[in-house]
């Protein structure tokens, strides 16, 4: 009887495991099915792609680094995250979703790709440690989707936060509560925000998910 008991429970089990899988993969799938198909016809960097539609789509939630730059070089893992959405992305047919804003004062779409199985390609590029988390209005659910996995690649130090046990860090940085942006203290702008938080560490700065002010991303990550 006890030996009956086993089997059936492990049949149970068995079985259970088998339809949260699929379960899973089918929630994942059918999320996208009313989604637009579009096909990236070229990659212009890390988080900016031109589809078939004839439009610019620029990842809404994450931002990579500067692969294009004043000096012709590109700055940190910028080249890498380039790579890879390249090879994610270039030439493959994908689903768009847009964001709740569509646009940026650019012009270019805001909003995000998936893959057949519901997986986004900027969801990869945050747990590669390739792409920062950064919060913009009115596209708060990616920054909220994404943070998690940011935490995850600080934690184990992948790509980008692979520089912090590297470099000389500043004694504080300078973060604004409404953008969520942070500043080296070097950094002129850092002097005229209103509601201010400072961080110990840079760390602590992404962690809470501050993203870096682009005109002292260098002086933060001291390249």
């Not at 899988?21 to 059918?30: D, M």
Request: proline content about 4%.
């Amino acid at each position: 009887m006890k030996k009956l008991k086993h089997k059936v429970l492990q049949i149970f089990i068995f079985y259970l495991i088998i339809f949260i899988f699929t379960g899973y993969k089918w929630h994942n799938s059918s999320k996208i099915q009313h989604l637009k198909k579009v096909k990236v016809i070229k990659v212009i960097d890390g988080d900016t792609v031109i589809l078939n539609i004839g439009e610019k789509l620029r990842y809404a939630g994450i931002n990579t680094l500067e692969l294009h730059t004043k000096t012709g070089k590109p700055q940190p893992f910028a080249k890498e995250a380039y790579k890879l959405n390249k090879k994610l992305t270039e030439g493959k047919t994908l689903y768009l979703e847009l964001g709740l804003r569509e646009r940026d004062r650019y012009g270019r779409l805001l909003g995000e790709l998936y893959f057949e199985n519901g997986t986004s390609v900027s969801e990869i590029l945050v747990k590669k440690g390739l792409a920062l988390v950064c919060y913009y209005p009115g596209n708060v659910k990616y920054y909220e989707k994404y943070l998690p996995f940011q935490r995850e690649a600080l934690k184990k130090r992948k790509g980008i936060f692979s520089l912090l046990d590297k470099i000389k860090q500043a004694p504080y940085y300078i973060g604004n509560k409404k953008s969520k942006r942070f500043h080296h203290p070097a950094c002129p702008e850092g002097r005229y925000i209103k509601r201010k938080i400072i961080f110990s560490s840079l760390e602590e700065a992404f962690y809470k998910g501050y993203c870096p002010c682009r005109r002292c991303i260098e002086l933060i990550l001291n390249f």
